[in-house]
């Protein structure tokens, strides 16, 4: 019998990796997969999508550019982290971090209840993908169902920052827990 790998695994961000997750919603007619961050392409698209989200904090002492190419070249080499490209009908929609709770960054969880089966999931989405309920709750729903297939998932943590109004509101609707 075939065991599936686990979620979170060292890639080497330099190079594709497959997909490792597709879902058709509405019959046919939406498809969202997730594969593997892959430096060389989705790089510069991470910066732009976090430049328009977070133009208000940038900080010029460091290139950003560099940091985020530091940043997930870290995450991907490493066995308790997962960054995600999510595409929707084969075009990039939205990016997720996943993170093993115990082992992921810190200041990310600020509870004692975690457990070594619990997760955390923060999303980023293309201005196009937020400004389209539907599409960001595509994106939330096979984050989730993704995440959810892997045998050492028990619990997933969504962290969503203070500003991100929109992230509330889909959490509200999908009727996720506070």
């Known amino acids: 019998m075939h065991q599936k790998a686990l979620l979170c695994q060292a890639y080497d961000p330099f190079r594709e990796h497959?997909?490792?997750y597709s879902k058709k919603f509405l019959p046919g007619?939406?498809?969202v997969a997730l594969r593997p961050l892959y430096i060389a392409r989705d790089l510069s698209l991470i910066n732009t999508w976090l430049n328009l989200q977070f133009a208000h904090l940038k900080n010029t002492a460091r290139d950003p550019f560099q940091y985020t190419e530091d940043y997930?070249?870290?995450?991907?080499?490493?066995?308790n982290s997962q960054p995600l490209l999510g595409t929707i009908d084969h075009k990039p929609a939205f990016q997720a971090d996943i993170y093993q709770a115990l082992l992921g960054p810190d200041n990310l969880v600020d509870e004692t209840s975690i457990g070594d089966n619990d997760y955390i999931m923060q999303l980023m989405m293309s201005p196009e993908?937020?400004?389209?309920?539907?599409?960001?709750?595509?994106s939330l729903l096979a984050c989730l169902d993704c995440l959810f297939s892997y045998p050492e998932v028990n619990r997933v943590i969504w962290?969503?920052?203070?500003?991100?109004r929109n992230f509330r509101f889909?959490?509200?609707?999908?009727?996720?827990?506070d």
């Open 18 to 20: 497959p997909v490792i």
């Open 29 to 31: 007619k939406i498809h």
């Open 72 to 79: 997930y070249t870290t995450l991907l080499a490493t066995y």
């Open 129 to 138: 993908t937020l400004q389209n309920l539907s599409l960001s709750m595509y």
């Open 159 to 164: 962290m969503i920052n203070a500003g991100e």
């Open 170 to 177: 889909i959490a509200g609707i999908a009727e996720l827990d």
